[in-house]
């Protein structure tokens, strides 16, 4: 199961890299949207990180999945997916995080960024990270996505939820988690504190990559998968 990143994302982001391969190999897949993102409703409120999971998992009985699924969180997508792994460990075989920050001191100070500064001004960052991508999507498509950011920034409360989230407890993670990191991002020490919280946790730092692993490296990314997923 896919959880996307915040805001500029959505499930399409999985659709155009890793979903296909998966699948095509016999892996079951499901791709939902975030609420407020894609296609999903944009309620006033429920943004928290906790809430986020909880929708996750009304998602998988809404389709009658039942046994324990791997989770593969981007960025954002990581904090929610190991949030369920705490709340629902029974609905949670394992979590891969790519370029995901979560608990401790680099996720704190994650977070505090995004609530400080996290207007449509500060997409920007995003945007760049994103430009060719979007670019290739065409000016109406991009201004969509631009006129959907600014209703979720603005209409919802997901600024003051993301502040207001439990800290998340790294230690009651109890399934196998995959970190994969580029080598250049910002969130590389994520890397390291996963490896202090979860010493059983596995990973993969990927050359001369900043925090667009999904895109950029999307095959050196799913050969750690096949060789990481159960068979």
């Given at each position: 199961?896919?959880v996307?990143g915040?805001?500029?994302d959505?499930?399409?982001s999985?659709?155009?890299?890793?979903?296909?391969?998966?699948?095509?190999?016999?892996?079951?897949?499901?791709?939902f949207?975030?609420?407020?993102?894609g296609l999903?409703e944009?309620p006033?409120s429920?943004?928290?990180p906790?809430?986020?999971a909880?929708?996750l998992?009304?998602?998988l009985?809404?389709?009658?999945?039942?046994?324990?699924?791997?989770?593969?969180?981007?960025?954002?997508?990581g904090?929610?997916?190991?949030?369920?792994?705490v709340?629902?460990?029974?609905?949670?075989?394992?979590?891969?995080?790519?370029?995901s920050?979560v608990?401790?001191?680099?996720?704190d100070?994650?977070?505090?960024d995004?609530?400080?500064t996290?207007?449509?001004?500060?997409?920007?960052?995003?945007?760049d990270?994103t430009q060719?991508?979007l670019?290739?999507?065409?000016q109406?498509?991009?201004?969509k996505?631009?006129?959907?950011?600014?209703a979720?920034?603005?209409?919802?409360?997901?600024?003051?939820d993301?502040g207001?989230g439990?800290?998340?407890?790294?230690?009651?993670?109890q399934c196998?988690?995959l970190g994969?990191?580029?080598?250049?991002s910002?969130?590389i020490?994520?890397?390291?504190?996963?490896?202090?919280r979860i010493?059983?946790?596995?990973?993969?730092?990927v050359?001369?990559?900043?925090?667009?692993?999904?895109r950029?490296?999307?095959?050196?990314?799913?050969?750690?998968?096949?060789d990481?997923?159960?068979s």
């Amino acid at each position: 199961m896919f959880v996307h990143g915040l805001v500029m994302d959505n499930l399409s982001s999985f659709y155009y890299t890793l979903a296909a391969p998966l699948a095509q190999a016999g892996f079951g897949t499901v791709l939902f949207d975030l609420r407020g993102h894609g296609l999903s409703e944009r309620p006033p409120s429920g943004y928290t990180p906790e809430e986020s999971a909880l929708d996750l998992v009304a998602v998988l009985d809404e389709i009658g999945v039942t046994e324990p699924v791997f989770l593969l969180g981007n960025s954002y997508g990581g904090v929610v997916a190991m949030h369920a792994a705490v709340q629902a460990p029974e609905r949670v075989g394992g979590v891969v995080l790519v370029e995901s920050a979560v608990g401790g001191v680099v996720g704190d100070a994650w977070f505090e960024d995004i609530t400080n500064t996290l207007t449509v001004a500060a997409l920007g960052l995003e945007f760049d990270r994103t430009q060719d991508q979007l670019m290739a999507l065409g000016q109406r498509k991009i201004a969509k996505l631009a006129v959907n950011a600014n209703a979720l920034l603005n209409g919802t409360t997901l600024i003051d939820d993301l502040g207001s989230g439990a800290k998340l407890d790294l230690t009651q993670v109890q399934c196998p988690v995959l970190g994969v990191y580029g080598a250049e991002s910002e969130l590389i020490g994520a890397a390291a504190e996963l490896r202090e919280r979860i010493p059983s946790c596995r990973l993969h730092v990927v050359s001369g990559l900043g925090h667009t692993v999904l895109r950029e490296a999307t095959a050196e990314l799913l050969d750690v998968l096949f060789d990481w997923l159960p068979s």
